[in-house]
């Protein structure tokens, strides 16, 4: 059972477009959520990452939406580029957990020139 | 800048045999992990671990053993490796604690005939 799930699983939008990724949830203990990104051939790099007592957060064209009640949060990437390609995972932890991460099934994105 | 390095980057290995995945961390983080990604799976956790001597089990752990021998070095080991194990294997470090960030290696990838 996945307790973290993304979509769409692959993504292609123009340059210049905003990208939206989707995530949702289902244990209700999570309250600490990162988005890595992800290039071919290299391990995931955190690029963004937002705490459940915040509803948004940005940082230059990234910027993540949390919705609590729904367990839902997105991650918009403004301004697409084609060096955003990549694959991006929205991940989650329980406070009680520590530093234990759960991945989401990752979205590919594709920004076409 | 965080440096987490794995060795072998690629590897065969035959079903039945005994394989060792290696990671080294320069940045005198407590906390090491192994991960595996699959298609549509995303990442997912085998083994982690708290400081030297110290292993806990994933959510993922049957077929795989860990071993942390110092705050430096820690190995993914797989007894008796089977072709379901062909994977791409993560390792990552971190300090630990609510809202750690985790530091990933450019993984290793495993083929198991």
């Known amino acids: 059972q996945q307790q973290v799930r993304q979509s769409p699983q692959s993504l292609t939008v123009w340059e210049g477009e905003t990208a939206i990724l989707n995530c949702s949830y289902e244990?209700?203990?999570?309250?600490?959520f990162p988005w890595y990104q992800q290039f071919p051939g290299e391990g995931p790099a955190l690029l963004i990452s937002?705490?459940?007592?915040?509803d948004k957060k940005e940082d230059g064209r990234f910027t993540i939406f949390f919705n609590k009640r729904e367990k839902k949060l997105s991650l918009h990437i403004a301004d697409s580029q084609p060096g955003d390609s990549a694959t991006y995972f929205c991940?989650?932890?329980?406070?009680?957990?520590?530093?234990?991460?759960?991945f989401g099934g990752g979205t590919r994105l594709t920004v076409r020139p | 800048e965080a440096a987490v390095t794995q060795s072998p980057r690629n590897k065969v290995a035959v079903t039945g045999g005994k394989v060792t995945l290696s990671c080294n961390q320069t940045?005198?983080?407590?906390?090491m992990y192994w991960y595996r990604q699959d298609t549509g799976h995303g990442l997912r956790l085998i083994h982690y671990?708290?400081?030297?001597?110290?292993?806990e089990k994933g959510d993922i752990p049957d077929g795989y053993k860990a071993s942390r021998p110092s705050q430096e070095n820690f190995s993914l080991i797989l007894e008796l490796a089977t072709p379901s194990q062909t994977s791409v294997y993560f390792c990552?470090?971190?300090?630990?604690?609510?809202?750690?960030?985790?530091?990933f290696g450019p993984g290793t990838r495993l083929l198991v005939l």
């Open positions: 990552a470090s971190g300090l630990g604690g609510r809202g750690d960030t985790q530091y």
């Open positions: 244990n209700s203990a999570f309250d600490y």
């Open positions: 937002i705490l459940s007592v915040s």
């Open positions: 991940a989650a932890s329980a406070g009680n957990a520590g530093a234990k991460l759960t």
């Open positions: 940045n005198n983080h407590n906390n």
């Open positions: 671990s708290y400081g030297a001597g110290s292993t």
